[in-house]
């Protein structure tokens, strides 16, 4: 029988739930045995529905089972830091949603609480993991579409229920949600960091959260990320990155549906009327199995943890870069 790793999950938040720990169930590495929350009834109603062995009434229980390997915690954003520091402490390994934290200094702890428990920590953005990634970041290694030389992304959804976590501080907000999203696609895709970031963010006055945030985001030799990002507004995503022969549109980045293909459309750029378009078609998957298979197989050894928590925090450093700038109104370097 193949090697598995025994995970545990913090919490009983919508994404763990309903998408990460039924993908995860499905992985040729990962099977997750136990589920955690504040409130004993909810652990076992959701490990009941879910089929997991173990529920607990508090986060500390899970982290004490010396059965239990790894954590996935996907907590409310302020509780990333402390809750995967614990868990490093107990001896676990930690794969924690995004954002990782709520500035970089923050995230900056992570490094000596690894260093310490000699455990594996990394920022679950699962896209990285999705073949449609790959291989539009391979099209660009090749040279198909001449150098990489801007990115233009947009990202949004509809939420205006003030109770939602999302919308509220001080974790809450399109920038720290989505994003970063953006942000991380754009350092995967030119494969390197950002030089200086300008943004601006639109605050509901209700919620204290940021609903639209913006950005031009340069990187070394000219190249450029422009972002919109917003929580109010009819959802959409869409990715195009141009090069200097062609361009990449990614259809659907970020929630890549796991029950239908999904597709990049790559030009040549001959007319603007799609003549030298070309659609390359992917099977369905789903990238949060992906990923937690990915994370499994590092945990056992098998292969190398592809994004450690230095790239999380490389991550952050230009979130809060944004961030300054919205106040500054001003460039401001990562």
Same mark, same amino acid.
């Given at each position: 029988?193949?090697?598995?790793? $025994? ?9 763990? !739930? ?29 490990? *009941? ?18 059965? &239990?390997?790894?954590?996935?915690? %996907? ?35 992570? &490094? ?16 990285? #993991? #999705? ?23 947009? +990202?949004?959804? #509809? ?45 509901? %006055?209700? +919620? ?11 990187? %070394? ?5 422009? +972002?919109?990002?917003?929580?109010? !507004?009819?959802? #959409?995503?869409? !990715?195009? &990155? ?24 790559? *030009? ?27 994370? $499994? ?13 230095? *790239? ?5 450093? !230009?979130? *809060? ?14």
């Amino acid at each position: 029988m193949a090697k598995t790793v $025994s995970w545990g999950v913090l919490g009983v938040a919508n994404i763990g !739930v309903k998408q990460v720990i039924p993908a995860m169930q499905r992985g040729e590495v990962s099977r997750v045995e136990a589920i955690a929350s504040r409130d004993l009834a909810r652990a076992r109603r959701a490990a *009941d529905a879910l089929g997991i062995a173990k529920a607990y009434g508090s986060y500390d229980e899970l982290l004490a089972d010396p059965a &239990i390997e790894a954590i996935y915690n %996907p907590l409310p954003n302020d509780l990333h830091v402390p809750w995967t520091i614990r868990a490093l402490e107990a001896g676990k390994h930690v794969l924690c949603e995004k954002p990782i934290a709520l500035d970089a200094v923050e995230a900056e702890t992570l &490094i000596a609480a690894r260093n310490r428990a000699g455990r594996l920590v990394a920022e679950a953005f699962m896209v990285r #993991h #999705h073949p449609q990634w790959k291989r539009a970041r391979e099209i660009i290694k090749s040279g198909a579409i001449g150098q990489a030389r801007a990115i233009q992304t947009f +990202f949004s959804y #509809h939420l205006t229920d003030p109770a939602n976590i999302r919308n509220q501080p001080p974790g809450g907000g399109a920038l720290y949600d989505i994003g970063c999203y953006a942000i991380n696609t754009a350092r995967y895709v030119f494969a390197a960091e950002p030089t200086r970031v300008v943004a601006a963010l639109d605050v509901d %006055p209700a +919620f204290g959260v940021d609903r639209a945030a913006s950005a031009l985001i340069e990187f %070394p030799g000219g190249r450029a990320l422009t +972002f919109a990002c917003a929580t109010q !507004v009819a959802p #959409h995503q869409r !990715v195009t &990155i141009v090069g200097e022969t062609g361009r990449i549109e990614v259809a659907i980045p970020f929630n890549a549906p796991n029950d239908r293909p999904t597709r990049i459309v790559v *030009d040549s750029g001959v007319d603007l009327v799609g003549g030298g378009a070309r659609v390359e078609t992917f099977a369905v998957c789903d990238q949060y199995t992906l990923q937690g298979d990915a994370f $499994s197989r590092a945990v056992l050894g098998e292969a190398p943890l592809a994004y450690p928590i230095e *790239d999380a925090i490389a991550n952050m450093r !230009v979130i *809060d870069a944004a961030f300054r700038s919205a106040r500054s109104g001003g460039w401001e370097r990562p």
